[in-house]
Every structure is written in C-alpha cells, then in structure tokens.
Nanobody, 120 residues
Framework: QVQLVESGGGLVQAGGSLRLSCVAS????????MGWYRQAPGKQRELVAT???????NYADSVKGRFTISRDNAKNTVYLQMNSLKPEDAAVYYC??????????????WGQGTQVTVSS
C-alpha cells in the first residue's frame, strides 16, 4: 500500500505565491512520473504539471512561466511552486504518481487533494 499526502494549500491574494508539497510513502521500488492536477467546482480535473524521474517537465499552457514543478527523489517528494496566482487558479490540487513495485508492476495513485483559494 502507498500513500500520497499533499500540503501547502491555503488562501492567497491574487498575485501571491504558494508552494505545494506531496510526499509519497509505503511499499514500492521507485516512482516514475509525478504530477499535479487540479479540479475547480463544476469542472473536470486537469493536468497542471508533470515531472519524470529524470526531471523532465511538462506544463499546462495556462501555468507556464508562473508555476514550477520539482521533485526530490531521495525524499519521494514532489513540489509545485505557484507564483503570480490568479483567481482562475483556485481549485483542489491533487498529487499523482506512477509507482513501480517488485515484479515490475506499475500502478498509479492519487493524493487526497489540497485546496487553493485565490482572492481577487
């Protein structure tokens, strides 16, 4: 069993910054890609950013230049630095990861989410 626990969400004014963290724990050999997704009320969950084990990154166009994803493989942790936040960035942010277990079994899991609220 594995667990992804997010932290760092909260209320911030437009133009402000927040840093989200997500720590993975449990029984696994390694983690391949990790990422952040978000879901606003009445909308579908959407990709924000992903990062591979080799630190290759991918961003949604809406956050390019404002958000930065990073990870610490030794700590099984992925971060999302969010700058210049806009009201439209408000959502529940979810951590996601691809885990590799013994026998080369790969499975995907989600965190419970952390709320980000941006006031205008």
């Amino acid at each position: 069993q594995v667990q992804l626990v997010e932290s760092g969400g909260g209320l911030v004014q437009a133009g402000g910054s927040l840093r989200l963290s997500c720590v993975a724990s449990g029984r696994f050999l390694m983690i391949n890609a990790m990422g952040w997704y978000r879901q606003a009320p009445g909308k579908q969950r959407e990709l924000v950013a992903t990062i591979t084990s080799g630190l290759g990154t991918n961003y949604a166009d809406s956050v390019k230049g404002r958000f930065t994803i990073s990870r610490d493989n030794a700590k099984n942790t992925v971060y999302l630095q969010m700058n210049s936040l806009k009201p439209e960035d408000a959502a529940v942010y979810y951590c996601n990861a691809d885990f590799v277990r013994w026998g080369n079994t790969v499975f995907n899991d989600w965190g419970q989410g952390t709320q980000v609220t941006v006031s205008s």
